[in-house]
């Protein structure tokens, strides 16, 4: 599960999850799923800098395609994965984009979530 996959944003949940598709190499997508950026805990609805890091990830993410390394999945289902986006030539890493802006909570020295079990 830990290779890039091509994954179109169509729906942003909060600052560090959201729901689309995966691309197949054939081009047809897979149901629509929901990741969540491994190690990365940005604030919840009632938080300081909620709305700032929502807007910002809907901005970045909302209709792009992306490319996602799924590496779990959590209790609820959803995909852990580190997602990569373009910037320029270079492709980024947007969970460590989020941590050098200082928006997230980094838990675990493994920068694993308390609730990836």
Known sequence: MEELQKFIVSHVDDGDSFDGQ???PNGSRSKTVTIRLIG???PESDQARYKELSQLTRKTL???VIEVK???KDVYGRFLAE????QGKERISYNDML???GFVYIRGQ????????
């Open 22 to 24: 995966f691309i197949k």
């Open 70 to 72: 799924v590496v779990s």
């Open 83 to 86: 997602v990569f986006v373009k």
């Open 99 to 101: 941590e050098a802006k």
């Open 62 to 64: 909302l209709g792009r």
């Open 110 to 117: 493994h920068h694993r979530p308390k609730w990836d079990y």
């Open 40 to 42: 990365v805990d940005t």
